[in-house]
């Protein structure tokens, strides 16, 4: 009988010792993103809309970080997704690993802004490794050098570096996380990018094809990249590249030219400020100002996109209700991230 006994507690013991572990909190509220690269969906090449987001990039350290939506930039992810159903929407978080909280776990690191995203059908979420992103391109060895990585601008840089990165190895349509996309975009030439002034082009909003020409756009704009990079000039890499090689490709620096004469581009389009840009940076505060809705309202009734200027804008809360521009864009153009976002957007 005490060798039964025995026997018996011994089982029970192996038992209990052999159940798996229960997960921790943290590994139930988390999960992988998948690499770009990897994973499938892969973008449809030229039918793809890409958003970058680089706040988190920190090459000195290797931890696990959640990725951060806020209200303004998954209205601007929805807006992509609501008005071009047609194409996959890619979002791509810069850092070496990833997690994101699964739609459903109360959790104290769940995002709201997350689910609305992803509760779009052609919206993806995924992770990229700069380095693995580069490799195979003409950008690898450049990026060994570490110029990028001493940037003064270092958040901003990497958004240019990896916006004409995506477009060498996909093409498609890049957009900045401050924008709303106020109408579809999917029948839009297949290589163009718009003007931000008399003498500039912006980098906020480019569309280049996968192939011929567009693709020898984004392979010009990378050599521009490695040639010009000035890590102490904030738009020297970003509206400076397509600026510069739109006026080698065009033959004319004047930006008026470029606009009015397609054929001289080679079948780049230049699209005027009305297109993306038409309440320029200096103005940015009408876009929040009610008593300047209806003069807002006017100047973008053609814009396929509104920009919102985060780089002066993003301090500035909007109340849900407001009669400002913005937030009638918001309500009409990302409906589910403006109710989620509670009582300020």
């Known amino acids: 009988m005490l060798l039964l006994i025995v026997s018996l507690i011994l089982i029970l013991v192996n038992a209990e010792v052999a159940q798996p572990a229960v997960p921790s909190f943290d590994q139930l509220a988390s999960i992988r993103l998948d690499d770009i690269l990897l994973a499938e969906p892969r973008p449809t090449p030229g039918r793809s809309i890409f958003f970058h987001e680089t706040s988190c990039f920190d090459p000195r350290t290797n931890q696990y970080n ?35 909280t699964p739609k459903g776990l109360n959790s104290s690191h769940q995002q709201p802004f997350i689910d609305v995203i992803l509760s779009y059908s052609n919206v993806h979420l995924r992770r990229v490794n700069v380095w693995r992103y580069a490799a195979g391109t003409p950008m690898e060895e450049w990026l060994r050098n570490g110029d990028l990585l001493r940037s003064q601008h270092l958040v901003s840089h990497v958004s240019d570096f990896l916006r004409y990165l995506t477009l060498f190895r996909y ?23 718009g003007a931000e002034s008399d003498s ?30 000035n890590g102490s000039v904030w738009a020297m890499n970003g509206p400076g590249v397509i600026t510069r090689v739109a006026q080698l490709i065009c033959d004319t620096d004047y930006v008026a030219l470029m606009q009015d004469d397609r054929k001289r581009c080679a079948g780049f389009k230049v699209y005027g400020r009305g297109a ?11 876009l929040f100002e009610p008593d300047k ?33 913005y937030a009638k864009f918001a309500e009409r ?5 403006f109710h989620a976002a509670g009582e300020y957007f």
């Open 276 to 286: 993306f840009y038409a309440v320029h940076s200096s103005q940015w505060r009408d």
């Open 293 to 325: 809705l209806e003069q807002t309202l006017a100047r973008i009734r053609y814009s396929y996109v509104v920009h919102m200027w985060n780089k002066h804008s993003s301090q500035l809360a909007i109340k849900v209700g407001s009669t400002s521009a």
């Open 171 to 193: 093409g498609g349509l890049y957009l900045d996380m401050d924008v709303v996309v106020l109408q579809k975009m999917e029948d839009l030439p297949p290589n163009y990018t």
């Open 200 to 229: 500039m082009l912006a980098a906020g909003v480019m569309n280049l094809a996968a192939t011929g020409i567009g693709h020898e756009i984004a392979e010009l704009c990378l050599r521009d990249f490695q040639l010009n990079f």
């Open 66 to 100: 959640l990725p951060k939506l806020n209200a303004r930039q998954a209205c601007a992810i929805e807006s992509a997704a609501l008005h071009n159903p047609d194409f996959q929407v890619f979002v791509l978080f810069a850092d070496p690993k990833y997690r994101v």
């Open 333 to 337: 153009n990302c409906p589910r991230a």
